[in-house]
């Protein structure tokens, strides 16, 4: 029999036995499958060929400095959250080669090198982790000119998404708006259920590619029952998330605090290490390196991803503009979350906690917005109090 046509929008049930034949559709189409999967005792994304390269039955914790990856007693595929890699590695590789020329006399002749980029299907894909890949559609391509390589690499990308069953310890999504649920960009976005021995996935349709891969598989309509119960798996996840951020008037509030003692304190903790920088998902510093070999025949340049917590990155003519640490953390942050909304129309952050939860001593941007916030909020009500006790 064959199974009904898939409509945009609506919801089917995959068994989890099913799954390969996913992964075997995509593999089909020329798609080189990348997921989460088991490595350097994280969970790391990477290529998939089978269902059994997921990080079937682990889980993680985190919190601010601490990240633990543990086995448990189920065969859940995506009973995690986001690690330290994020899909930016594939759409925005951390080197890139610009160019390559060869010595032609007392010149140099540029050789073409066509990139053959494959097209990625991404698999597992978080909610804040979409938002994350909106905004560096917006740096790179939103402007009056875009990045040829991402747009290359984003063009073709195929998002298997996936409504986190859990929250970590670091996560704040859902006050930057950009989670637990997924809403948009996705092809296919699955809600996994594990319940007494039945494993399956409910998944809603995002596109005509997504509904066509899934129905060369088998599959059926979900009833109201399972809607529901994919419906409950996001509330829960909503629930546990412990962490927010304020984001009330933030550019206001930060442009106005450049001299605020806070930074000071984050700087006595701050190790300038670049770590928050490097896990970010739309962190996009870089700086650009030009090598040629001993022979002095061949010649070329190389993208790599930087960081504007290192002191080189500001350096113009004779020195560092931000040579403290005071003046990075200020930056980071004040870019991130303020001067960001002027340059893309957007906050840079989505919450996905990765930079607290990979900062060595566990510096939280939430607590470094909440303590300038609170400042604020005495400072203006012991000025209150003084004008009315003037007044009186
Ligand atoms: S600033 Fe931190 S929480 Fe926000 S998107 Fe970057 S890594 Fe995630
Ligand atoms: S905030 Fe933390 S992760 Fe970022 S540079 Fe400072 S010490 Fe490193």
Same mark, same amino acid.
Request: hydrophobic share 35%; glycine share 8%; charged share 25%.
């Given at each position: 029999?064959?199974?009904?046509?898939?409509?945009?929008?609506?919801?089917?049930?995959?068994?989890?036995?099913?799954?390969?034949?996913?992964?075997?559709?995509?593999?089909?189409?020329?798609?080189?499958?990348?997921?989460?999967?088991?490595?350097?005792?994280?969970?790391?994304?990477?290529?998939?060929?089978?269902?059994?390269?997921?990080?079937?039955?682990?889980?993680?914790?985190?919190?601010?400095?601490?990240?633990?990856?543990?086995?448990?007693?189920?065969?859940?595929?995506?009973?995690?959250?986001?690690?330290?890699?994020?899909?930016?590695?594939?759409?925005?590789?951390?080197?890139?080669?610009?160019?390559?020329?060869?010595?032609?006399?007392?010149?140099?002749?540029?050789?073409?090198?066509?990139?053959?980029?494959?097209?990625?299907?991404?698999?597992?894909?978080?909610?804040?982790?979409?938002?994350?890949?909106?905004?560096?559609?917006?740096?790179?391509?939103?402007?009056?000119?875009?990045?040829?390589?991402?747009?290359?690499?984003?063009?073709?990308?195929?998002?298997?998404?996936?409504?986190?069953?859990?929250?970590?310890?670091?996560?704040?999504?859902?006050?930057?708006?950009?989670?637990?649920?997924?809403?948009?960009?996705?092809?296919?976005?699955? /809600?996994?259920? %594990?319940?007494?021995?039945?494993?399956? =996935?409910?998944?809603?349709?995002?596109?005509?590619? *997504?509904?066509? @891969?899934?129905?060369?598989?088998?599959?059926?309509?979900?009833?109201?029952?399972?809607?529901?119960?994919?419906?409950?798996?996001?509330?829960?996840?909503?629930?546990?998330?412990?962490?927010?951020?304020?984001?009330?008037?933030?550019?206001?509030?930060?442009?106005?605090?450049?001299?605020?003692?806070?930074?000071?304190?984050?700087?006595?903790?701050?190790?300038?290490?670049?770590?928050?920088?490097?896990?970010?998902?739309?962190?996009?510093?870089?700086?650009?390196?030009?090598?040629?070999?001993?022979?002095?025949?061949?010649?070329?340049?190389?993208?790599?991803?930087?960081?504007?917590?290192?002191?080189?990155?500001?350096?113009?003519?004779?020195?560092?503009?931000?040579?403290?640490?005071?003046?990075?953390?200020?930056?980071?942050? /004040?870019?991130? %979350?303020?001067?960001?909304?002027?340059? =893309?129309?957007?906050?840079?952050?989505?919450?996905? *906690?990765?930079? @607290?939860?990979?900062?060595?001593?566990?510096?939280?941007?939430?607590?470094?917005?909440?303590?300038?916030?609170?400042?604020?909020?005495?400072?203006?009500?012991?000025?209150?109090?003084?004008?009315?006790?003037?007044?009186?």
């Amino acid at each position: 029999m064959t199974a009904p046509s898939l409509k945009i929008r609506e919801t089917a049930i995959l068994e989890s036995t099913h799954f390969q034949k996913l992964l075997d559709g995509l593999i089909k189409r020329g798609y080189q499958v990348v997921g989460p999967t088991l490595g350097e005792d994280a969970i790391v994304y990477d290529e998939l060929k089978s269902v059994t390269d997921l990080p079937i039955g682990y889980t993680d914790e985190q919190e601010g400095g601490k990240y633990r990856i543990k086995k448990q007693n189920d065969k859940a595929f995506f009973n995690h959250t986001v690690g330290p890699h994020s899909w930016k590695k594939f759409l925005f590789p951390s080197e890139l080669r610009m160019w390559k020329a060869k010595r032609n006399g007392n010149t140099f002749r540029f050789l073409t090198d066509n990139e053959k980029i494959k097209k990625f299907a991404f698999i597992g894909v978080r909610s804040c982790d979409i938002h994350a890949i909106f905004i560096q559609d917006k740096v790179f391509t939103g402007g009056k000119f875009a990045d040829p390589h991402y747009k290359l690499r984003r063009e073709g990308i195929f998002i298997l998404a996936v409504n986190c069953g859990k929250a970590g310890g670091t996560c704040f999504c859902a006050s930057m708006n950009a989670g637990p649920k997924v809403s948009s960009g996705f092809d296919l976005a699955l /809600t996994e259920i %594990l319940k007494n021995d039945r494993h399956y =996935f409910i998944v809603e349709i995002g596109t005509e590619l *997504g509904a066509g @891969i899934l129905h060369e598989i088998p599959y059926k309509i979900a009833n109201d029952e399972e809607k529901y119960a994919a419906d409950i798996v996001v509330k829960k996840t909503a629930e546990q998330i412990c962490k927010s951020m304020d984001t009330a008037n933030i550019k206001d509030l930060l442009y106005k605090n450049y001299e605020h003692p806070r930074w000071d304190d984050a700087a006595k903790r701050c190790l300038t290490c670049a770590n928050c920088t490097m896990v970010c998902p739309t962190c996009f510093c870089t700086t650009v390196e030009d090598v040629t070999d001993l022979t002095g025949e061949h010649a070329e340049r190389w993208r790599k991803w930087d960081s504007c917590f290192t002191m080189d990155f500001s350096y113009i003519h004779g020195g560092s503009i931000r040579s403290s640490a005071k003046s990075r953390y200020r930056q980071w942050m /004040t870019h991130k %979350l303020a001067t960001w909304i002027d340059q =893309f129309g957007t906050s840079g952050c989505v919450g996905c *906690g990765r930079c @607290i939860t990979w900062c060595p001593v566990a510096i939280d941007i939430t607590e470094e917005v909440s303590a300038i916030r609170e400042s604020e909020q005495t400072t203006e009500k012991k000025t209150t109090e003084g004008l009315e006790e003037q007044r009186s």
